[in-house]
């Protein structure tokens, strides 16, 4: 596989999203663009650089352990798409 | 003209008693009823709950309550579909979320509701705050108030639109790598990106978490500061949250800019710059020096790795973040025979073709095997970026640049193609690698091409960057007062 060339079926399946046939040959001659051009990061030399993950680092902010009132049962599950016995509605994961 | 008053005169009346908060609100509604099916800056607005608000606010004002003690009561001041207001819609002009309603208000939002602002609508913009022409909603595209065929910029669009066409007194946006400042320069307002870690970000739906920041939107530098100061200071519910205290911005104002040494960067001024945009960057730069600021060449030399870096990081953070809808909490679901196939159905039906592009980047990028390559590169050279805004802010106390190499451009002109989009982020996105702060406000207007669609001598505003240091914003709003204060280009009001 060519440094341009995503397997934009493989990496959907990765981010859990169904992709149309149409979806997958579009995204990928658009991404294809895209990989080639940010591959332009690898003529910098980054020897002995620090990667940069928050430009103004906070580290370790703590607050104090204390019980707050939080979203009430019936406020958590107002959104859900599916709720039953106060609890969230879902497929089900074991036989 | 009541809809066109800035933030600053309508308080003014509304402390003289002149005009009540429940009129102010009106003349909003009524501008939306007249403007809104041309331009669409709002996906949805709660009318009687915003005239309830106003009359609570003229109820205030009757007791006593004065500007002082809440600078912003009877207001209003129009939101981003992608911050969290108690009772009212939320849905990132996305599909994926169906009938969300807030179940708690965004810091910002008590922010201003506490300061007495009547908080109103749900502001349009692409979805998730992915794109840069406000085309990305899946509600449909704003349009510019200043010409129709053209996008308002994003992906704060319909904050801008909405300030521009007087349809509010000022608008919340948010701004990942430039989608307040740009659509600000679209529209002809002023927006302002404050420094990371200045604005809690607790109620604001996560895109990049290590860039996005929540700022004002207005037609005034005067009104932005009025809104900054309301809405920012630490917020013990946003880790991030800076612990430094917010000056008082408004006071910080005056005082004019004799001496302030500005830079101009030279990376800023070669290939693709619209020679219009140039000019009008040109003639402010001569405005500035005659208000007394001194204006010398800087260098920002790695500026040409910005955009390769942005779309690395900010897709990375969005994989992650978007990871939550699945369909299983909250919003619409596509159901399917087991978890995973519900995940995917419900992400492929809701999610639309920029967001998956950008989940799917981001994804990739993170991937076993090119995460050195890409993900950690891309870190260090934001690093190379930090310290080149850094070392110039040594010699200088702000930037000057142009916010965009182009005035607003065509609805569809960029619209199938992604890569085009990306590059007309060029000169707002290092700020907020940086995380500094930045603004833009209006210098200009540039006629637009006789050629194509366009309105026929539509007048497309232009706008000045001004980035400033970490924690700078005081400084770059008195420069942008200085300047907005000896032109006009902030009274010309949209033909919409």
């Not at chain 1, 607050?63 to 016995?85: I, M």
Request: glycine fraction near 10%; proline fraction near 6%.
């Amino acid at each position: 596989m060519a440094a341009t060339e995503i397997d934009v079926k493989y990496v959907a399946h990765l981010a859990r999203l169904s992709l149309t046939a149409e979806e997958e040959r579009t995204f990928g001659a658009q991404l294809g663009q895209v990989i080639h051009y940010i591959a332009k990061l690898s003529e910098l030399d980054v020897t002995g650089i620090e990667p940069t993950a928050h430009a103004v680092p906070l580290v370790n902010v703590l607050r104090a352990d204390e019980v707050r009132p939080g979203l009430s049962n019936e406020e958590a599950l107002r959104n859900a798409p599916a709720a039953a016995n106060g609890l969230f509605m879902m497929p089900k994961i074991v036989e | 003209m009541l809809h066109y008053l800035t933030l600053a005169e309508l308080t003014a009346r509304l402390g003289r008693r002149e005009v009540s908060a429940r009129q102010a609100m009106q003349a909003c509604l009524d501008r939306m009823s007249k403007v809104e099916p041309r331009i669409h800056a709002f996906i949805s607005a709660d009318a009687p709950d915003a005239l309830a608000q106003a009359d609570a606010a003229d109820r205030a004002l009757a007791a006593g309550v004065t500007h002082a003690q809440q600078p912003l009561l009877g207001v209003p001041i129009a939101v981003k579909d992608v911050i969290a207001v108690r009772g009212q819609p939320l849905n990132c002009g996305s599909k994926i979320l169906g009938r969300f309603v807030s179940p708690y208000d965004a810091t910002v939002v008590e922010r201003l509701k506490a300061a007495g602002a009547v908080v109103f609508g749900r502001l349009n913009m692409d979805e998730f705050a992915m794109g840069s022409s406000t085309e990305n909603s899946a509600f449909g595209p704003t349009r510019n108030p200043w010409d129709l065929s053209r996008i308002p910029g994003g992906s704060s669009g319909g904050s801008a639109a909405a300030v521009a066409a007087g349809e509010c007194f000022a608008a919340l946006g948010s701004d990942t790598g430039g989608s307040i400042r740009q659509p600000a320069a679209f529209c002809g307002c002023v927006g302002l990106k404050p420094t990371y870690g200045r604005v809690s970000r607790y109620g604001l739906v996560a895109y990049a978490s290590s860039l996005d920041q929540i700022g004002p939107m207005a037609r005034t530098v005067a009104d932005a500061a009025t809104v900054l100061g309301v809405i920012s200071g630490h917020d013990s519910r946003d880790s991030t949250s800076a612990p430094e205290p917010a000056p008082d911005y408004a006071a910080a104002l005056d005082g004019g800019i004799r001496g302030l040494k500005l830079g101009l960067p030279k990376e800023y001024l070669v290939g693709g710059l619209d020679p219009r945009v140039k000019s009008a960057l040109e003639s402010a730069v001569r405005q500035l020096e005659a208000l007394g600021a001194e204006v010398v060449e800087i260098s920002l030399p790695h500026t040409e790795y910005a955009i390769a870096s942005y779309y690395i990081i900010a897709t990375a953070e969005a994989s992650a973040n978007l990871a939550r809808f699945d369909g299983v909490r909250y919003g619409a679901r596509v159901e399917g025979p087991d978890p995973i196939q519900l995940y995917c159905r419900t992400r492929g039906a809701g999610f639309g073709s920029e967001v998956k592009r950008r989940i799917i980047l981001g994804a990739y990028v993170l991937s076993s095997g090119y995460y050195d390559a890409y993900y950690l590169r891309a870190q260090k050279v934001r690093t190379l970026i930090r310290r080149d805004f850094l070392n110039a802010f040594q010699q200088v106390d702000a930037i000057v640049t142009p916010p965009a190499p182009t005035p607003a451009f065509r609805v569809g002109e960029k619209a199938d193609d992604p890569m085009q989009m990306y590059l007309s982020d060029i000169f707002t996105i290092s700020c907020n690698l940086a995380g500094i702060c930045g603004l833009s406000v209006p210098c200009g207007f540039a006629a637009a091409e006789p050629a194509g669609a366009g309105q026929a001598g539509a007048q497309l505003p232009l706008g000045l960057q001004i980035l400033g240091r970490p924690f700078g914003e005081a400084a770059i709003l008195r420069a942008a007062h200085a300047y907005q204060q000896s032109t006009a280009w902030h009274k010309q009001t949209p033909p919409c």
